[in-house]
């Protein structure tokens, strides 16, 4: 069992910058392939980003394409989103997920089986 943590969401104005973390409990952590997704109000969920067990092999939507950035420290349980030059369209409820143990990153999200309660992203024009 993988619980997970969302941190760093808020309030931002257009073109800013927020770092989210999501930090998992156990000591397995770098077993799990994990992302973030996010779902704005009325949406449906939409996939972010995710990133392999090592680290190596990262996937991105193509609307956050070099803007955000996802890494993770398998040595902090944790996995982190990089998010710059934010736009209002980026506004929803961002949360992480993880993989099966010894999962593969994938876009969709049944490859994941834990999800953390998500943390609130608002960006004004």
């Known amino acids: 069992q993988v619980q997970l943590l969302e941190s760093g969401g808020g309030l931002v104005q257009a073109g800013g910058s927020l770092r989210l973390s999501c930090a998992a409990s156990g000591r397995t952590f770098s077993r799990y392939a994990m992302a973030w997704f996010r779902q704005a109000p009325g949406k449906e969920r939409e996939f972010v980003s995710c990133?392999?067990?090592?680290?190596?092999?990262?996937y991105y939507t193509d609307s956050v394409k070099g803007r955000f950035t996802i890494s993770r420290d398998n040595a902090k349980n944790t996995v982190y989103l990089q998010m710059n030059n934010l736009k209002p369209e980026d506004t929803a409820v961002y949360s992480c997920?993880?993989?099966?143990?010894?999962?593969?990153?994938?876009?969709?999200?049944?490859?994941?089986?834990?999800w953390g309660q998500g943390t609130q992203v608002t960006v004004f024009s």
């Open positions: 997920a993880a993989s099966p143990p010894f999962g593969r990153a994938t876009m969709a999200s049944g490859g994941y089986n834990y």
């Open positions: 990133i392999s067990r090592s680290g190596d092999i990262t």
